[in-house]
C-alpha cells in the first residue's frame, strides 16, 4: 500500500462498530433465551472469530446484509460441547471472556488462536478463574493457548484485579453468573465498563460503585435489541489525522463515547486539539456522538496513571500526534502495550523511527520529541491492526510517499479502512 503526503484531508465519515461492544452483544445474545437482534455489528475479522466459536457451541447466528446479526440465543444452560477447536483468531478479547465463560459450563473445551494470541498472557483471567474452581490447563504453566477447559461448578469470589483490564473483568463477570454466591471484583482504575452496561441490559445483577463490581446470579438473561456505534477507537486515526494535517475538517458521525474509551478526547484536546463533541444521545446505555476536529497547533503533554486504560489502544496514533506537537511527550504507566497484538511499545518506537521522528522506548512507555520533519518510510504492520494504520497517518505528514508492508491486518478491527482515507484525502 502506497501512502501519499496529504495537503488536506476535508470530510464527513462514519466509521464500522464498536469491536468491544460488538464482540459483547454476541456473547451475552447466545446465553440469553431468545432473538437477539444486532445493528451496526462489526464485521471485522475479530468479532466473526466471535461468531464462529457460537456457531460451534451450537447457537444459530444468521449474518445479514448493512451490518445485522441475529443471534438465537439459548440461554444461560444452551451451549453445546464444541466437535471442534474454538479458534478465536487474533482475537484477545475473544480468547479471553471465552474462558470465562466456558469454565463454568457442563462440557470441556479447547481454545486456541493464531500465533500472536499463542503469547498474549491468559494467567491473569486463569488465575482468578481458578479461585472460583475452574479447571483449565494450558502451555507454559497454564499460561497461554492452546488451553483445556473442562467446565466445573464454580464458586464466586471477592476479587482484586492486579491490571486494568476489561477482559478480565469480564471473564470473571462471566464466570459469576454461574457461579455459588455473589462476585465482587475491584479494579486499580477503571477499565471499559461495556460488560457491566450491557449485562445488565440483558437482565445481569450487576452493581457499580466506583471500582467495585458486583455481580449476583440471576436465573435467565432476556435477548435485546442492541445498535452498536462507530468505534472511538477507529474514530482515533481520523481525530488524530484531522487535527495534524493543515487546513483540515473532519466529521466522524456516530461515535461511542463512553467515558471509559474518551481518554483519546481528553489528551488531544490539552495538548490543544479543536475537538468538538455535538448531537450526544443514548443508545442501549452507552452515550454515542458526533465528532468533528479541525487542524490544530499541538503540544506535548505527560501521559500517566488512571488515563490510561482510557486510552490504551489508542496510544499508537497518540504517539502520532505527538510526534507532529511541538515539545516532548512522555507516556508512562503504559506497561500493558507490550502484550497486544505486538509488542506496541516496540513497534511505534521502530516504525516512527523510520519516518525520522525522535522517540525514545521506556520500560512502561516512550518518550516523544515533536516537531522534527516527517519523512517517507517503508513501514511494517507486524500484522498489528493498529500499527497498520497508525503508519497510514503518520505517513499523511510525510515529505515523500511512504509504503506499508502488512496492510490485510486493518481487517480485524475496521474494515474499509483505507477507502474511508481515500474519502477525505485532497
Ligand atoms: O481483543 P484484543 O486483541 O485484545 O484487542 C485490543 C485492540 O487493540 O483492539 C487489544 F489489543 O483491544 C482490547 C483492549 O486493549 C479490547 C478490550 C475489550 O474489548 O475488553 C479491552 C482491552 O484489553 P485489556 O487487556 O485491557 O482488557
Not at 453445546?80 to 483468531?89: C, F, H, R, S, V
Not at 488462536?113 to 490447563?137: E, Y
Not at 492486579?162 to 463477570?173: E, F
Not at 511494517?380 to 502488512?406: K, Q
Request: proline share 4%; charged share 20%.
Amino acid at each position: 500500500m502506497i501512502i501519499h503526503p496529504s495537503k488536506f484531508l476535508k470530510g464527513e465519515i462514519t466509521v464500522p462498530g464498536d469491536k468491544s461492544i460488538s464482540h459483547r452483544a454476541v456473547i451475552f445474545g447466545a446465553i440469553a433465551n431468545g432473538l437477539t437482534e444486532v445493528d451496526g455489528f462489526l464485521m471485522g475479522e475479530d468479532c466473526l472469530s466471535t461468531i464462529e466459536c457460537f456457531r460451534k457451541l451450537g447457537i444459530s447466528i444468521e449474518v445479514r446484509p448493512d451490518n445485522k446479526v441475529y443471534v438465537y440465543g439459548k440461554g444461560l444452560y444452551g451451549l453445546k460441547a464444541p466437535d471442534d477447536i474454538l479458534y478465536t483468531g487474533n482475537s484477545g478479547t475473544t480468547t479471553r471472556l471465552l474462558l470465562g465463560l466456558m469454565a463454568g459450563q457442563s462440557f470441556a473445551s479447547i481454545i486456541d488462536g493464531d500465533a500472536s494470541i499463542r503469547k498474549r498472557p491468559m494467567k491473569r483471567v486463569i488465575t482468578p478463574l481458578k479461585r472460583m474452581g475452574a479447571d483449565i490447563s494450558g502451555q507454559d504453566h497454564d499460561n497461554l493457548a492452546p488451553l483445556t477447559v473442562k467446565g466445573q461448578l464454580l464458586q464466586g469470589i471477592n476479587y482484586k484485579l492486579p491490571i486494568a483490564s476489561a477482559q478480565v473483568k469480564s471473564a470473571l463477570l462471566l464466570a459469576s453468573l454461574y457461579a455459588d454466591g455473589d462476585t465482587l471484583l475491584t479494579e486499580p482504575e477503571k477499565s471499559r465498563d461495556h460488560s457491566e452496561l450491557m449485562l445488565n441490559c440483558f437482565g445481569a445483577n450487576i452493581r457499580v460503585n466506583n471500582l467495585d463490581i458486583h455481580s449476583s446470579p440471576v436465573s435467565e438473561l432476556y435477548p435485546q435489541h442492541i445498535t452498536v456505534p462507530g468505534d472511538i477507537s477507529s474514530a482515533a486515526y481520523f481525530i488524530v489525522a484531522g487535527l495534524i494535517v493543515p487546513n483540515s475538517e473532519i466529521t466522524i458521525k456516530n461515535v461511542g463515547i463512553n467515558p471509559t474509551r474518551t481518554g483519546i478526547i481528553d489528551v488531544l484536546t490539552s495538548m490543544g486539539g479543536k475537538i468538538n463533541v455535538s448531537n450526544i444521545r443514548v443508545l442501549n446505555n452507552e452515550p454515542v456522538a458526533d465528532i468533528t476536529v479541525t487542524s490544530s497547533s499541538l503540544t506535548g503533554t505527560t501521559i500517566e496513571g488512571a488515563i490510561i486504560p482510557r486510552l490504551i489502544d489508542e496510544i499508537p496514533v497518540i504517539a502520532v500526534a505527538a510526534a507532529a506537537a511541538s515539545g516532548t511527550t512522555v507516556i508512562k504507566d503504559a506497561q500493558e502495550l507490550k502484550v497486544k497484538e505486538s509488542n506496541r511499545i516496540q513497534t511505534v518506537v521502530m516504525e516512527l523511527s523510520k519516518a525520522g521522528v525522535d522517540i525514545q522506548e521506556t520500560d512502561d512507555g516512550m518518550i516523544i520529541k515533536g516537531g522534527k520533519p516527517i519523512t517517507g518510510a517503508h513501514f511494517e504492520s507486524y500484522n498489528d491492526h493498529r500499527i497498520a494504520m497508525s503508519t497510514a497517518i503518520i505517513a499523511l505528514m510525510a515529505g515523500s510517499n511512504s509504503t506499508i508492508n502488512g496492510i490485510d491486518a486493518v481487517n480485524i478491527s475496521f474494515p474499509g479502512f483505507f477507502e474511508t482515507l481515500k474519502s477525505l484525502h485532497k
